[in-house]
């Protein structure tokens, strides 16, 4: 993956232009998973420069291997927005055919392949209904399944029962 000392950041865009700042958002996301807010600090910075109002940018990509890394070493202690903002890049990227820089796709498809691995590792903890459809969302996404994945992500809990419904009664 791109080291996070590289001068390649600099390179690479993020919803608010060059991505050099992604580098200490993702170490210091990596630094305090359990505390990590998505809504804000460090994590929700990071979020809103790679996931921008339904868009996602070159860097997106790039910071994928280090959230799923990050997520190979505490998993059972992460929010449930570190699988859910892999999982919307990869939606994203195939519903509006977005490239990856050349230099950054292998790495990034190698950390979607990761993610069955990775999620294991949350199952010793309880799941909630977020982190639950964010880990399968996650998993889906990462196995190319994006109908699914999406379905899980834009699906409200509490729509669910209503969506069944609707199905059955088809």
Request: hydrophobic letters at 45%.
């Amino acid at each position: 993956m791109v080291p996070l000392d590289s001068p390649r950041w600099s390179t690479l865009s993020h919803a608010y232009g060059s991505a050099d700042d992604i580098p200490a958002l993702l170490r210091a996301v990596a630094a305090d998973v359990a505390h990590s807010s998505p809504t804000e600090g460090p994590w929700s910075e990071l979020w809103s420069a790679l996931y921008h109002q339904g868009d996602i940018y070159s860097a997106s990509f790039a910071a994928v291997p280090h959230l799923v890394e990050t997520l190979a070493r505490d998993a059972s202690r992460a929010c449930y927005d570190f699988f859910l903002l892999p999982a919307l890049i990869e939606v994203t990227r195939f519903r509006k055919n977005t490239p990856i820089p050349q230099d950054v796709s292998s790495w990034y498809f190698d950390s979607l392949k990761r993610m069955p691995i990775v999620a294991a590792r949350a199952m010793e903890r309880p799941w909630d209904d977020s982190l639950c459809r964010s880990l399968l969302a996650a998993l889906a996404a990462s196995k190319g399944h994006i109908d699914t994945a999406e379905t899980l992500i834009e699906v409200e809990t509490q729509d669910t029962a209503e969506l069944l419904k609707w199905y059955f009664s088809r």
